[in-house]
């Protein structure tokens, strides 16, 4: 019974991912790839990782999906001179064999992997008492691979810089995307005020159980961004202007402090982003909400988009 | 067979019957107003009947409340996003 649903869900993300790439339309291939997002979601719970399901909810098909289908509107205009403009065949022919190339080579090195693969459970599961931290994927996260998060923390501070740079030269550094006119008495109105204060419930819980339970700084900190974001788009709230001070400082102050903490390291115990004996815990609780505040702000102005109206 | 496995049987098989019932109505009704009005059966009506099916089975009285909020969720979710689509279908948004 189980078996034939898991075939099933295999055969639905294959199918869905064939209609996401042959899709002709912009909209329908995004609105195909959050639907295969939610099934990968699936795909986790049903091989127990529970931390990755709600990563890929939350950022793969929530946040990307997003992300996309504000990407899928603003080239609605242009789509159709862009699709008259076919490559010829041989550029195609060219594209499709680089394509099948690099699936063939992928499914080589998955084949070729050892049976059992080899894997670094066992030594999580016989140091995590060091950690202090009952998650074991938290442990790896913040501790035996602090530098992967450290870096994570960075890159989306730079993917926000990316979008920023997109802003037209009179709007540099004032509030990002369009003035919302809403309804005030519409229905996303009222959801923009019934769902905020469930949804900041949730993404602190969620946040809150992170060193001992599935959950973490980045998925909470998605929830918290959408109940931002919800409000913005409701008209209920504006985006702020993205040249204020306090908005830059609450940016960088949680990779500042992981950095702190890892320089710390580097003084007090033997290597940067080793923990002291007996302060891991602490350590990777500082790390952590100082990064929830910055994640929530930068990831909700990531999804803002660049600056374009002037700070008035 | 107890009683309580008898009325999960019957509440998650008509959930499904709901859920069945949507779909094709989904896919085989003629415009995106009635579409999304079978959309709500599925939502609404389908997933209401499979978390009372459930409920007799949950440990606690959280994990009960937890399957009913997310019912709830999923209602206050359905209902404001089907009256957004139909906006935009009235508008003549995205091609029915």
């Known amino acids: 019974m189980m078996a034939a649903l898991n075939v099933g869900i295999a055969l639905l993300i294959l199918a869905l991912a064939v209609w996401t790439v042959v899709a002709r339309d912009t909209f329908a291939a995004v609105v195909g790839f959050v639907a295969y997002g939610l099934l990968l979601t699936l795909v986790w719970v049903q091989l127990a990782g529970i931390d990755v399901a709600l990563t890929e909810a939350a950022l793969g098909g929530g946040l990307t999906g997003a992300l996309l289908i504000g990407a899928a509107a603003r080239l609605r205009r242009t789509e159709g001179a862009a699709r008259a403009e076919t490559p010829g065949f041989p550029t195609r022919l060219v594209a499709a064999l680089a394509a099948v190339v690099v699936t063939a080579a992928l499914a080589v090195a998955v084949l070729a992997l050892p049976d059992p693969a080899p894997t670094l459970t066992h030594e999580t599961a016989a140091n995590i008492e060091t950690t202090g931290v009952g998650n074991p994927i938290t442990a790896v996260l913040l501790a035996f691979r602090a530098m992967d998060t450290l870096l994570e923390a960075i890159v989306v501070l730079f993917a926000l810089v990316g979008v920023w740079s997109l802003a037209p030269d009179r709007a540099w550094g004032g509030?990002?995307?369009?003035?919302?006119?809403?309804?005030?008495?519409?229905?996303?109105?009222?959801?923009?005020?019934?769902?905020?204060?469930?949804?900041?419930?949730?993404?602190?819980?969620?946040?809150?159980?992170?060193?001992?339970?599935?959950?973490?700084?980045?998925?909470?900190?998605?929830?918290?961004?959408?109940?931002?974001?919800?409000?913005?788009?409701?008209?209920?709230?504006?985006?702020?202007?993205?040249?204020?001070?306090?908005?830059?400082?609450?940016?960088?102050?949680?990779?500042?402090?992981?950095?702190?903490?890892?320089?710390?390291?580097?003084?007090?115990?033997?290597?940067?982003?080793?923990?002291?004996?007996?302060?891991?815990?602490?350590?990777?609780?500082?790390?952590?909400?100082?990064?929830?505040?910055?994640?929530?702000?930068?990831?909700?102005?990531?999804?803002?988009?660049?600056?374009?109206?002037?700070?008035? | 067979m107890s009683l309580a496995d008898?009325?999960?049987?019957?509440?998650?098989?008509?959930?499904?019957?709901?859920?069945?019932?949507?779909?094709?109505?989904?896919?085989?009704?003629?415009?995106?107003?009635?579409?999304?009005?079978?959309?709500?059966?599925?939502?609404?009506?389908?997933?209401?009947?499979?978390?009372?099916?459930?409920?007799?089975?949950?440990?606690?009285?959280?994990?009960?409340?937890?399957?009913?909020?997310?019912?709830?969720?999923?209602?206050?979710?359905?209902?404001?996003?089907?009256?957004?689509?139909?906006?935009?279908a009235r508008r003549g948004g995205p091609p029915a």
């Open chain 1, 175 to 312: 509030r990002p995307g369009r003035l919302q006119r809403v309804d005030p008495n519409g229905i996303l109105a009222y959801l923009a005020r019934v769902l905020p204060p469930i949804g900041i419930v949730v993404g602190i819980y969620i946040f809150w159980i992170g060193a001992d339970l599935p959950g973490g700084k980045f998925q909470g900190a998605t929830i918290l961004a959408a109940m931002w974001l919800l409000a913005v788009m409701a008209g209920l709230a504006d985006a702020p202007p993205v040249g204020r001070t306090w908005l830059r400082l609450a940016l960088v102050a949680g990779p500042v402090v992981f950095i702190a903490v890892g320089a710390l390291g580097a003084v007090v115990a033997d290597a940067f982003l080793a923990y002291p004996d007996g302060l891991a815990k602490p350590l990777i609780k500082v790390i952590e909400w100082a990064l929830l505040p910055s994640l929530t702000v930068t990831l909700a102005l990531i999804l803002a988009g660049a600056p374009e109206r002037e700070a008035k």
């Open chain 2, 6 to 88: 008898l009325f999960t049987v019957v509440a998650v098989s008509a959930g499904a019957v709901f859920f069945l019932a949507g779909t094709v109505g989904l896919l085989r009704f003629p415009d995106a107003l009635t579409r999304l009005h079978a959309l709500t059966k599925a939502d609404n009506l389908g997933l209401g009947l499979v978390v009372l099916g459930l409920l007799p089975r949950v440990d606690g009285v959280l994990g009960g409340l937890t399957l009913v909020a997310i019912w709830l969720l999923a209602l206050l979710a359905g209902a404001a996003v089907s009256q957004l689509i139909a906006r935009a």
